[in-house]
């Protein structure tokens, strides 16, 4: 098992790793709206959900993978209004690439921010 770090991604809020590599997968944590420097980014559900991708694509680098290898995606929302916006961004994260995906709504996430997403990805490209 070997632990991903980055400094292109905000540091882990408490005692977990940004990713880990075990076996040929990267399992991220999951990456919440903020900036690598911790800064909430505060806009609308596009902006912080493009956030979580940018700090994705930063995490799954620094393992030495990409979106482009993502088996599975787990999204978390504070609310499912906001569902039809997310699927937007996220398909243009993901482009023709569609991994096995589940979203939920949850009551609260860390930051009080609207949308966290872990990813499972094959390691290397």
Known sequence: ???????????????????????????????????????VVEGTIEEQTN?????????LEAAGTSLNRVVKAT?????MDNFVAVNDVYAQHFGTHTPARSCVEVSRLPKDVSIEI???ALSGE
């Open 118 to 120: 872990e990813v499972i």
């Open 1 to 39: 098992m070997n632990y991903v770090a980055t400094d292109k991604a905000p540091e882990a809020f408490g005692p977990y790793a940004q990713a880990v590599n075990v076996n040929g997968f990267i399992y991220t944590s999951g990456q919440i709206p903020v900036t690598p420097d911790g800064l």
């Open 51 to 59: 956030q979580v991708f940018e700090n994705l694509k930063a995490v």
């Open 75 to 79: 999204v978390f929302l504070s609310d």
